[in-house]
């Protein structure tokens, strides 16, 4: 096998936000749970009070906080209502061709509508095509919830980077160029952006544990219809523990996704887990198995993703990460 890998260093991101991406490494150095941060309880999006206040105190860097009275900022509009927004930047270099570009890497606004304790309407509209749209009632046992809309299924690790091949993979999820004749395999995870699925999921949270349950369309990206035409429907499943011990925190989990088409299928497992120390390190990684059925013939690969973050000062990140995809376990020199 011939192994043609991606390896990306990040000198240092130095980002402003109201309301930020959900990024692994804040739980892997808090040991918190992606709801205990964000309106939308598998992360990502507009934050609540709590991940506000972290986002304002541990991440920002105080210079700017000092010189801009950062902290009396609020998002709510009433007493129901919050709005909330944020947008990326990315400035690229390819040493292939030696070309570089900017890039308006993200752009989205957020709405909180909340009728009570209970019940709430939380809507993500990005820059480019694709939205969530959903109606959360947090009303089941064990710190659970009731999920209803259109939204990304809980799987893996559920990190910023939409190229990477754990979510959407390179060029928005599409072969290109040399790679054309494998378009017929995904590029990457359908977790990226524009993947969102029309759908139910049930959540608990119990403990150190957190479980998500979920059943869709299987039209990822669908648009504004979302309408499946098909009785099949896509199932996903995650499950992780976090542990802290003394200045260690560690999480440990698993996902499942299956998503049948007739006689076709695709099915995706895998684990995932992270490590953060001193609340300045953190070690993530993810592998995945895939299993694709299609035209009567069955394709296996296979992907791993890893990242290692540190806070060199607040405000301020060194990220080194590392991946590599193999979509076809039975071709030597298809990886």
């Not at 906080?65 to 919050?82: G, H, I, P, R, V």
Request: glycine share 12%.
């Amino acid at each position: 096998m011939n192994r043609a890998t991606s390896f990306v260093i990040v000198f240092f991101l130095l980002g402003v936000a109201v309301e930020a991406m959900a990024l692994p490494k804040f739980a892997a150095r808090t040991g918190a749970k992606c709801q205990s941060c964000h309106v939308n309880p598998t992360g990502k999006g507009m934050r609540l009070e709590f991940g506000q206040t972290y986002g304002r105190d541990d991440i920002t860097l105080p210079t700017f906080k000092a010189q801009t009275d950062y902290e009396e900022f609020s998002t709510a509009l009433t007493s129901n209502l919050s709005i909330g927004g944020d947008f990326r930047n990315i400035f690229q270099f390819e040493s292939k061709d030696n070309s570089s570009s900017f890039f308006q890497m993200q752009g989205d606004v957020y709405f909180d509508f909340r009728l009570n304790k209970k019940f709430r309407i939380y809507f993500d509209k990005g820059l480019y095509s694709g939205f969530e749209l959903m109606g959360i009632a947090k009303v089941l046992p064990l710190e659970g919830y009731v999920k209803v809309g259109k939204f990304m299924p809980a799987y893996g690790t559920r990190i910023d980077d939409h190229n990477a091949y754990i979510r959407g993979g390179p060029f928005g999820g599409m072969f290109v160029g040399p790679y054309a004749a494998l378009s017929s395999y995904p590029a990457g995870l359908k977790f990226g952006e524009r993947s969102e699925d029309t759908g139910i999921e049930l959540g608990f949270a119990p403990s150190i544990f957190t479980l998500n349950i979920g059943f869709f369309n299987g039209t990822p990206g669908s648009g504004i219809s979302g309408i499946s035409t098909s009785k099949d429907k896509t199932f996903a499943l995650r499950g992780d523990a976090t542990f802290k011990i003394s200045e260690t925190v560690v999480n440990l989990g698993g996902s499942y996704y299956n998503s049948p088409s007739g006689a076709d299928r695709q099915t995706f497992y895998g684990a995932f887990g992270s490590i953060g120390l001193f609340e300045a390190l953190s070690l993530h990684g993810e592998i995945d198995f895939l299993n694709v059925r299609k035209s009567g013939s069955t394709t296996n690969g296979f992907m791993l993703w890893t990242e290692a973050n540190y806070m060199v000062v607040q405000g301020v990140d060194l990220k080194v990460g590392y991946q590599f995809y193999d979509p076809d376990r039975e071709i030597a020199n298809g990886s």
